[in-house]
């Protein structure tokens, strides 16, 4: 087995890439197609940590009687997916390397070419963050304009783009989250670094979105160099942005409308609150759209004063045709 530097296992091809923590940890953040076969489980994690507080000799012992067994079951399914011959398998857990180190130690005695990560997930973390500290791009084309003008579809057309909106798992409004768990933002963040790294060098379409996207937060120098680049204040009809929002949101639960709608009662005062809930039990989402858009959104949201390019978005084809001129 092999010790290998965070930044050499990031940027290194893996044929099999097993992640050696606990389920719940896994679930929290992990790399691009990482298997979890866990060295302890969530409860058994969770107990060797506490007796380790205590007993450091008692809790590697069991720890050793977790990890045997469930690596026991972890090989007959690392047997039909990897080839000692021709595969390699990079391993990592959360720091130390004990529980990664006793999965690799066993699968190297097998016969398997095994690399284990230098620090874990934690020095993992430490590359990602310094990757987008220094991250460079001249070439990114952003998309700014008023809620539901359709940034969003015109992006789903373009090549060469990163969707923020879709990483995040949030519209970047008060009702951008529609009700959807986000992804914790290390998972956010590795998700971002893969998109990056696919990017060919050409012009990089993005939303200029706002530095934090619900519970995610832009990391400052990511931040200014997708702002950095040629800006394009993209516009649409009040008809089209409304029809937008009710297909964008027509299947939010009454609860998290609710929810919403209490957030914003402080800037949109009673009697407007009275007249988008009236409109919504009576199932008039386009009445609620555009209550919103006139009386909120566009108040909040304002014109940039200096832009490269205006845009209709109200035809997105010759939209993007117009686009791609640039």
Do not use: W
């Not at 866990?38 to 069991?62: D, Q, S």
């Not at 130390?96 to 874990?120: M, N, P």
């Not at 931040?223 to 009040?238: D, H, P």
Request: aromatic share 12%; with cysteine; glycine share 6%.
């Amino acid at each position: 087995m092999q010790l290998i530097s965070a930044k050499e296992f990031l940027n290194t091809n893996k044929n099999i890439l097993i992640d050696a923590r606990s389920p719940n940890e896994y679930k929290k953040a992990h790399l691009k197609k990482s298997l979890n076969f866990f060295a302890l489980n969530n409860e058994e994690h969770k107990l060797v940590g506490t007796k380790y507080a205590t007993n450091k000799f008692n809790a590697k012992l069991l720890g050793a009687s977790f990890i045997c067994k469930n690596t026991s079951i972890h090989l007959k399914k690392i047997q039909n997916i990897a080839n000692p011959h021709k595969d390699e398998i990079y391993i990592y857990c959360a720091r130390g390397g004990q529980r990664s180190g006793a999965i690799g130690h066993i699968l190297s005695e097998i016969g398997f070419k095994v690399y284990k990560c230098e620090g874990g997930f934690k020095e993992l973390r430490n590359e990602m963050i310094s990757y987008l500290n220094s991250y460079q791009n001249p070439n990114f084309v952003s998309l700014a304009g008023n809620t539901a003008c359709g940034k969003t579809r015109l992006l789903k057309l373009l090549d060469n783009k990163i969707d923020l909106e879709k990483l995040a798992h949030h519209f970047g409004s008060t009702f951008g989250s529609r009700g959807f768990l986000q992804p914790s933002q290390q998972q956010f963040d590795i998700n971002l670094i893969n998109e990056l790294k696919a990017l060919k060098d050409a012009k990089v379409f993005i939303e200029a979105e706002s530095k934090n996207i619900g519970t995610i937060t832009l990391f400052n120098n990511f931040y200014e160099q997708m702002n950095s680049g040629i800006k394009v204040f993209c516009e649409a009809s009040l008809d089209i942005r409304v029809q937008n929002c009710v297909n964008d949101y027509q299947n939010i639960s009454s609860e998290f409308f609710y929810f919403c709608l209490e957030r914003l009662k402080p800037y949109l005062g009673n009697a407007l609150v009275y007249e988008l809930s009236t409109a919504y039990n009576n199932k008039d989402l386009k009445s609620v759209a555009k209550i919103l858009l006139i009386n909120y959104y566009d108040k909040v949201y304002k014109k940039p004063k200096e832009f490269d390019l205006l845009l209709n978005l109200d035809d997105l084809e010759k939209a993007k045709n117009e686009l791609m001129k640039l």
